[in-house]
């Protein structure tokens, strides 16, 4: 399995407050994505990541920002979380090497906010 | 704007079936597609990849096959075990590499 890890696992949150969601992998892979995943829409894009610093948007990106600072760390902060928030967050990491691009994916947050 | 969809939603099969799970989508100009499994409540694990290039992949009891021309894909599932049952879902990766779209999945339920 592809050394991704995401904490916290599940976290139960208030409408209006900040939280902040990690993923950390241990491969050296340049791209780091964020995924929602919610009943009857599969998986989403929220914001996705080809560098330190260099971030870019999904297609559902209202309410997030991302952050990388580091190859291994890509975070994504709720600004202030709504009901329409909850959901299972997944992150996922791929490298262009051979150019396949191929997608591996960390165990998931599940955020509930109430 | 890429759409795929996976048809049928759900599926249950007795053990020891072979089985064919379909992908479509609709803009034939993809990079790559990808299948995954899904465990209820983990993550998703990486099946086979195919590039644009490429007609099919296998790996061990899978075999996924590509026609871009009519935008389908297939993953074929051999002898099938109680422990293949799960969600099975696939990713097209179009627009400028890192726009990749899922399917919403196929549920399969292998019956000992």
């Known amino acids: 399995d592809a050394g991704i890890t995401q904490s916290p696992r599940h976290k139960v949150t208030e409408t209006g407050t900040p939280v902040t969601l990690r993923c950390h992998q241990t491969?050296?892979?340049?791209?780091m994505y964020w995924y929602r995943q919610d009943p009857g829409h599969g998986l989403r894009l929220i914001h996705y990541?080809?560098?330190?610093?260099?971030?870019d948007k999904g297609e559902v990106s209202d309410g997030y920002s991302v952050s990388r600072s580091k190859t291994e760390d890509f975070l994504l902060t709720l600004e202030s979380a709504t009901s329409s928030q909850t959901s299972v967050y997944f992150c996922a990491i791929s490298d262009p090497q051979g150019s396949s691009y191929e997608q591996y994916f960390g165990p998931g947050t599940r955020l509930t906010v109430t | 704007k890429q759409e795929v969809t996976q048809i049928p939603a759900a599926l249950s099969v007795p053990e020891g079936e072979n089985l064919v799970l379909n992908c479509s989508f609709t803009?034939?100009?993809?990079?790559?597609l990808q299948w995954f499994r899904q465990d209820p409540g983990k993550g998703l694990t990486s099946l086979l990849l195919i590039q644009s290039s490429q007609r099919e992949q296998t790996s061990g009891r899978l075999n996924a096959s590509l026609d871009k021309s009519s935008g389908r894909s297939t993953l074929y599932i051999a002898a099938s075990q109680p422990g293949d049952s799960a969600t099975y879902l696939c990713a097209v990766r179009s627009g400028g590499y890192q726009k990749v779209t899922f399917g919403t999945g196929t549920k399969l339920q292998v019956i000992p």
């Open positions: 491969e050296n892979h340049r791209y």
């Open positions: 990541s080809y560098g330190v610093k260099d971030t």
């Open positions: 803009d034939s100009a993809i990079y790559n």
